[in-house]
């Protein structure tokens, strides 16, 4: 089993910045992909950016390509959003998750989710 404890959302004006972490506890050792997702309302969860812990391959939705960064610190069992040059369009939950197939499929575990929103 792995748990996941996302952190770090919150409110934010429009061209600004905010940092996601993940924390991992468990069975990390058991999976290779961790991904960010978010849902805003009434529209369909979508992947944002996926990362191979085991090395350094990340992959972003072209909607935050060049503004996302995701990041991972092994030794804390951490991945880390870093979003830059905020957009209204990005307010959702977002989700963290593991152990998948890449970039976005199939992910089997799933944190509680953390909130993001971006005012004009």
């Known amino acids: 089993q792995v748990q996941l404890v996302e952190s770090g959302g919150g409110s934010v004006q429009a061209g600004g910045s905010l940092r996601l972490s993940c924390a991992a506890s468990?069975?990390?050792?058991?999976?290779?992909?961790m991904a960010w997702f978010r849902q805003a309302p009434e529209k369909e969860r979508e992947g944002v950016a996926a990362i191979y812990t085991r090395g350094a391959n990340t992959y972003y939705a072209d909607s935050v390509k060049g503004r996302f960064t995701i990041s991972q610190d092994n030794a804390k069992n951490t991945v880390y959003l870093q979003m830059n040059s905020l957009k209204p369009e990005d307010t959702a939950m977002y989700y963290c998750a593991a152990d998948g197939r890449w970039p976005f499929l199939s992910y089997n575990y799933w944190g509680q989710g953390t909130q993001v929103t971006v005012s004009s």
């Open positions: 468990g069975a990390t050792y058991s999976y290779n992909y």
